[in-house]
């Protein structure tokens, strides 16, 4: 399938980037540093962004080793506002079914794309306002919020842009429901505006998009899907003496930290070997450790309490 068109669903797999449409490079304006960590990224993302997916072994790797020196703004993007165009033979969702297959083994990461045949989704609207809504909250749980809501997308294929599909994943991480409800109806939609006025006066133009400000507010941008060696130079370059952790490799310990993994992320994070990686993770199943959950192009495993 073509990918390489303004279809902003259809991401460039070789570049690693979802690409908007009709949107004009632009040099992002300066920005305030970090007020708490030497490092401030400012990310561009979006819950149905494939490319984002992607990079989740990076990033989660990312902030177990750099953790201490960064932190992370999350904006949404606005990837999907709805099917009222035609771009690139795409008009309809059953036509990126297929792609988000491709996307899923180029990657190493599952991805299920016939969520698009079974239960699609009419825009990415909704989950990115819930996400706002939900960092009114509380900022780390809307961050495992949005990993939900990708989990439910990419691999069980769950049409998150259902009210009730949104409950259910902000329930599961401990938000008030209620609350976000209000907030999903009110505040947050102002913030996601907000968040598209900022990344368009950014000039971005694909998820992922990350911009790294250091103290004086100097900027490196990381843009698409790159490997972890990209993000771990960008971040020396801003913080030549950010403080490395060891990464504690026991499984038990990551799956404490990180409470669902994939194959490639538990090889990255264990270094373990990509080809043993599934093996082990399937013995802690068989041992009664981790749940799997199984598509059809990888799997998930989570930590059975």
């Known amino acids: 399938m073509e990918t390489t068109n303004s279809n902003p669903l259809l991401c460039d797999i070789e570049s690693g980037v979802c690409e908007m449409p009709e949107s004009s490079l632009a040099t992002a304006p300066q920005t305030g540093a970090s007020t708490h960590k030497p490092v401030k990224i400012i990310y561009f993302t979006d819950p149905i962004c494939s490319s984002c ?5 990076q990033l989660r790797k990312l902030k177990l080793e750099y953790g201490d020196n960064f932190e992370i703004d999350y904006r949404m993007g606005g990837l999907l506002p709805d099917w009222s165009y035609n771009s690139g033979g795409i008009s309809k969702p059953s ?13 190493d990461m599952p991805i299920d794309g016939d969520v698009w045949l079974e239960d699609p989704l009419d ?10 809504a939900a960092q009114l909250q509380d900022p780390d749980k809307a961050i495992h919020f949005l990993r939900v809501l990708r989990e439910m997308v990419f691999l069980e294929k769950i049409n998150i842009t259902k009210w009730e599909n949104l409950a259910a ?45 250091d103290s004086e507010g100097n900027q490196e941008k990381v843009y698409g899907t790159k490997p972890y060696s990209v993000y771990e130079d960008t971040m020396l370059k801003q913080f030549p003496t ?11 310990n990551l799956f404490t930290k990180y409470n ?8 990255e994070l264990s270094q373990t070997p990509r080809d043993q990686a599934g093996q082990l993770l ?22 059975l309490k």
């Not at 950010?242 to 038990?252: E, F, G, L, P, T």
């Not at 669902?260 to 090889?267: G, I, K, P, V, Y």
């Open 53 to 57: 997916w992607g990079i989740e072994p």
């Open 95 to 107: 036509d990126v079914a297929h792609h988000w297959d491709e996307v899923s083994v180029r990657y």
């Open 123 to 132: 825009s990415s609207y909704p989950p990115s306002i819930a996400f706002k």
């Open 169 to 213: 994943s902000a329930e599961q991480v401990g938000l008030d429901v209620q609350k976000l409800e209000i907030d999903f109806n009110g505040n947050a939609r102002d913030l996601f505006e907000q968040d598209l006025q900022l990344a368009s006066q950014w000039g971005v133009r694909g998820f992922p998009t990350m911009f790294f400000v």
């Open 242 to 252: 950010a403080s490395k952790k060891v990464i504690d490799k026991d499984w038990k």
């Open 260 to 267: 669902t993994l994939t194959a490639l992320e538990f090889s």
């Open 282 to 303: 399937r013995a802690l199943v068989k041992s009664g450790n981790l749940s799997e959950l199984v598509t059809k192009n990888g799997s998930l495993w989570r930590l």
